[in-house]
């Protein structure tokens, strides 16, 4: 007989749908500060930077030293392990630099993606184990949201109804880990954009992706109402001959969620996807002023898109700090008005390209 025991108390269910508001409120998204060591390096490397931590506390502190005009654009910020216990030149610990400004502290807590034997080079993502132990000592440790980012190909095979079963299994599992220990899960089910696949194909992955990973929260007992989505924007590949416009992608993007994605998820908070800045941007826009009935908060956990140009004007240099700290409030603000359907757009300076193809984080 189907029955379902309690998994989560009302107390954990209004604490869970109450942060999860937070972290999306109007005009509010995530910073995505939770780059690998190895990431990390390859982004530093980009602009002349030895990857040692000093250096990378030295970057983290340009984003979190921002004055109070993000506020009002970032609700959450999710941290990579070392960052979480990083301080300030000053000796301040960063995550009671974000706490202080209002904002929510989330974490990275999956261990990275891992080759899925017989497939046509898919992946799982690993880092259950031990997780339930690792949930609650970031909640103590001032985290009340996570991350784990799954990580799906489309070619003339890809993705394998392996591949989609596995991924959707493990981010049902991690969230019901993380919902235990009142942490928010954002799932991040990402789609890569390398290849040549046009918008129709992306969106119909998408789709089936998205179906696969909401049938499995189901049968997890995940509380949807205290969860995020982190998913692609519905983008053709970054080899695809054919140019869409933003409004393409916003309601290839739309119909894609509206097919898949329960109204009780509280938000749904868009990777960038190898996009420029500037183009991210345009598209959340798009998405936002979209005509078809969105029940979700539509907005961006962005992590290059919202810190290309400020790694750029930084460059290693101490003189550069301040001049760093303004280009990311710039696009803080930016993506603010974007997720409200506000934005204008203008900015060549942001047209940069910081895609590479098969990222891995």
């Not at 017989?118 to 949930?135: F, H, K, P, V």
């Not at 998408?206 to 109402?225: C, N, Q, R, W």
């Not at 969105?294 to 290059?304: C, D, Q, V």
């Not at 204008?344 to 910081?354: L, P």
């Amino acid at each position: 007989m189907t029955h379902q025991f309690p998994a989560l108390s009302e107390a954990q269910k209004k604490e869970l749908h109450e942060t999860a508001l937070r972290i999306v409120a109007p005009g509010k998204g995530i910073l995505a500060a939770d780059e690998s060591v190895g990431l990390l390096a390859k982004r530093l490397a980009q602009v002349g930077v030895e990857n040692t931590e000093e250096n990378r506390r030295q970057y983290r502190q340009i984003l979190f030293s921002a004055d109070d005009r993000i506020n009002s654009c970032i609700g959450g910020v999710i941290f990579f392990h070392e960052t979480l216990y990083q301080h300030s030149d000053g000796g301040v610990q960063f995550v009671k630099m974000i706490r202080d400004k209002g904002i929510m502290v989330g974490v990275k807590v999956d261990k990275g993606v891992v080759p899925l034997a017989g497939t046509s080079g898919e992946t799982t993502t690993q880092g259950l184990d031990g997780l339930s132990e690792r949930c609650a000592q970031y909640k103590k440790d001032g985290a009340v949201f996570a991350k784990w980012r799954c990580v799906l190909k489309i070619s003339d095979v890809n993705p394998s109804k392996l591949a989609i079963t596995e991924n959707a299994s493990v981010l049902a599992r991690y969230s019901s880990i993380c919902q235990q220990h009142s942490i928010v899960p954002v799932i991040e089910p990402e789609i890569l954009p390398d290849g040549d696949h046009d918008l129709r194909r992306c969106q119909y992955v998408t789709e089936t992706v998205l179906t696969a990973i909401y049938k499995a929260m189901s049968d997890h007992h995940v509380y949807l109402e205290g969860t995020l989505l982190k998913p692609n924007m519905v983008t053709p590949g970054h080899c695809c001959p054919t140019k869409y416009s933003p409004e393409d992608v916003a309601m290839a993007t739309v119909t894609a969620l509206r097919r898949t994605v329960p109204p009780a998820v509280t938000g749904v908070a868009f990777l960038s996807g190898g996009q420029s800045e500037e183009e991210a941007s345009i598209n959340l826009n798009a998405i936002n002023n979209c005509p078809l009935v969105k029940p979700w908060t539509l907005t961006f956990s962005f992590g290059r898109a919202l810190q290309a140009s400020a790694l750029r004007a930084w460059r290693g240099h101490k003189e550069n700090e301040k001049c760093a700290t303004e280009q990311f409030i710039k696009r803080a603000e930016v993506n603010s008005l974007a997720c409200r359907g506000k934005y204008t757009g203008g900015d060549s300076s942001a047209g940069y390209g910081v895609y590479g193809s098969c990222h891995s984080y």
